[in-house]
């Protein structure tokens, strides 16, 4: 039996990786369950799972969760880092589903990787800060990094058992979100609730509002460097609205692999988690006779200028694509809070990167500076 700990259970794919799990309980167990603020969700997590340690964001938060479960459960209740670094590096854990939102998740995600346990990975956010360090160690330590991202795992997927030298390039396919066909003129008047409102997937509210920028892809796009260990320009985006085909990879002799499949991420995270094996989750497949006409195009990137930013950043490297991430984490969240509007997302972005003194080849002190750097002076603009 595979022993997981869930980073980010209380979130959109964590609460699907219990359900996948619940679904083939002889296969999987849960030894550790690590949220933020969401205890009532997590108490029950405790209940269905009963895990060995259960963390939360701070003591309030421990405390309230403590007065939820009854103590003869017998899980142990941690909160904070050291909480969440436990989770990540615990003793009778084979694998770390690491689903943390955001720049949060970068040190559980290298404790593991330096404990040695295997990454079902969804927090692009610590390979897009940190992808030199993180796959370095990981290869290093000889850990997998298997991505849950529906487009990572498609072109994992499509290059498995293929040769390294033959692959031409990694087409990522997107969706291009809410805003796809909505005029420019239109996004001043854009509100959150616009903006959440994804036509094919469901997600949390921080990647659903990447999705409606297409910074998602571009931070889709520096992940995908480090995980397949290719050049940006090797990696091209590809507007798919029907998201029937979540990527594809080309290779040198002009021959073209998609996967293919529903919008739902069970497909993914199952993989992920019992790779090499296929779980027979019984999904639905495309209805290829009767579906709408597949269709293509090329991004607009003087409509979403946040996708140009995040191939700027990836092709710069250094600390900048953490600046990109921690500036777009704080213009995302004031937009959600309604003190900017949707249109000032890239601009608070793009004035924070140039302000940015990039540090070449840095080491991870230099990232969390640079990461900490970046939200402070996102702050200070968005005021």
């Known amino acids: 039996m595979k022993q997981l700990s869930i980073l980010g259970s209380t979130g959109s794919i964590g609460c699907k990786a219990l359900a996948i799990i619940e679904m083939f309980p002889e296969q999987f167990g849960v030894k550790a369950l690590a949220a933020g603020t969401n205890v009532e969700l997590l108490a029950g997590q405790i209940k269905r799972f009963s895990p060995e340690l259960a963390v939360v964001i701070d003591a309030n938060r421990a405390l309230e969760l403590k007065g939820m479960v009854p103590s003869k459960t017998g899980v142990e209740i941690m909160y904070g880092e050291d909480g969440y670094r436990a989770a990540a590096t615990h003793g009778s854990v084979d694998m770390v589903v690491s689903a943390i939102v955001g720049a949060a998740g970068l040190v559980p995600t290298l404790a593991a990787i330096e404990a040695g346990k295997n990454i079902a990975l969804a927090n692009k956010e610590s390979i897009v800060m940190a992808g030199e360090i993180v796959a370095k160690r990981a290869d290093e330590k000889g850990i997998r990094l298997l991505p849950i991202d529906s487009e990572h795992s498609a072109v994992f997927q499509c290059i498995v058992g293929q040769r390294k030298e033959d692959l031409d390039g990694i087409l990522l396919t997107g969706s291009g979100g809410p805003f796809l066909n909505r005029p420019a003129t239109e996004f001043a008047s854009i509100t959150p609730e616009d903006a959440l409102a994804h036509p094919t997937w469901q997600m949390g509210k921080k990647i659903s509002v990447d999705s409606a920028t297409l910074m998602n892809k571009g931070l889709e796009a520096i992940e995908a460097k480090f995980l397949f260990k290719v050049s940006l320009d090797m990696i091209k985006i590809v507007i798919h609205p029907q998201s029937v085909i979540h990527s594809m990879v080309s290779f040198r002799d002009g021959s073209i692999i998609a996967q293919l499949g529903i919008p739902d991420m069970k497909g993914a995270i199952a993989y992920a988690i019992s790779y090499p094996e296929r779980l027979p989750l019984r999904q639905p497949i495309p209805d290829f006779v009767n579906i709408d006409p597949l269709t293509f195009k090329k991004p607009d990137l003087d409509k979403f200028p946040c996708l140009a930013l995040a191939y700027t950043a990836g092709k710069a490297g250094g600390t900048l ?63």
Do not use: C, G, Y
């Open 321 to 383: 694509p953490a600046v990109l991430n921690a500036s777009n984490e704080m213009a995302v969240q004031a937009f959600l809070d309604r003190r900017i509007p949707f249109v000032k997302i890239p601009e608070v972005i793009s004035r924070t990167m140039e302000i940015h003194s990039v540090v070449a080849n840095p080491e991870l002190p230099d990232i969390i500076e640079a990461d900490k750097w970046a939200r402070k002076m996102a702050d200070e603009l968005l005021k």
